[in-house]
């Protein structure tokens, strides 16, 4: 079964810095997505950013990109120029696409909050 | 209008009572799926079906059973419930095609008392 970590249960950055936040994963799989969702204080879970497995190029939307390392199975998310809005729990989330499954497995989450 | 939504929002029972969560999708998707949050443990799959005749059981199905009444509805049954069924529950849904995202409902926050 896949796993998904993320060490980190809290954090916190000043606005306008970089903060990255660390995931790694545990499958056997091959082919697969990655996810990152935010969930801000209005408890709606909002896509981030995705990374397919296969692409060895690091994803980015924005302000937001990925460091995605697969052969040490780790997807960790930098945010650049953090903004007080980027406060919010973070969900590293994996998929396996092979056999289709397709069921997200999530990490506990990191709580960021970013400072004034 | 939002294109996951649930009903209720917030719903307050007490043991031994059945409840119903209501998921609705106008996104045309086929693909839905129950998800239960708790603290400190991120979120975790229930059920999922992938089409109106088809039915999966996820990581923590026991106590919890459903219905896919429609392409875009699927409802989510606590038949007796119990206080460690309090927690956040969402519905999700998706569609095949290249990246699989799945789009999230706004939540329903069970307390059983």
């Not at chain 1, 990374?51 to 990925?66: C, G, I, L």
């Not at chain 1, 973070?90 to 400072?115: D, H, R």
């Not at chain 2, 219905?67 to 849904?93: D, G, V, W």
């Amino acid at each position: 079964a896949q796993t998904v970590t993320q060490s980190q249960p809290e954090m916190s950055v000043q606005e306008a810095e970089t903060v990255t936040l660390s995931c790694t994963y545990d499958t056997s799989e091959s082919n697969y997505y990655l996810f990152w969702y935010k969930q801000p204080p209005s408890r709606q879970m909002i896509l981030v950013i995705r990374q397919e497995a296969y692409k060895q190029q690091n994803a980015t939307e924005n302000r937001f990109s990925v460091n995605f390392q697969k052969a040490a199975k780790s997807f960790s998310l930098k945010i650049s120029d953090s903004q007080l809005g980027d406060t919010a729990m973070y969900f590293c989330a994996f998929m396996n696409i092979q056999g289709g499954s397709e069921k997200l497995v999530f990490g506990k989450g990191t709580k960021l909050t970013v400072n004034p | 209008d939002a294109d996951v939504t649930q009903t209720p929002r917030n719903r307050i029972t007490k043991t031994g009572k059945r409840i119903m969560l209501e998921c609705s999708q106008t996104k045309g998707h086929d693909r839905m799926y129950w998800y239960r949050q708790d603290p400190g443990l991120g979120l975790r799959l229930i059920y999922y079906s992938f089409d109106v005749k088809d039915i999966n059981k996820g990581e923590i199905s026991d106590g919890y059973s459903v219905s896919r009444q429609a392409q875009a509805k699927f409802s989510l049954s606590l038949e007796s419930a119990i206080p460690n069924q309090t927690a956040l529950y969402f519905c999700a849904t998706s569609d095949y095609n290249a990246y699989n995202e799945q789009f999230f409902g706004p939540g329903t926050r069970l307390t059983v008392l």
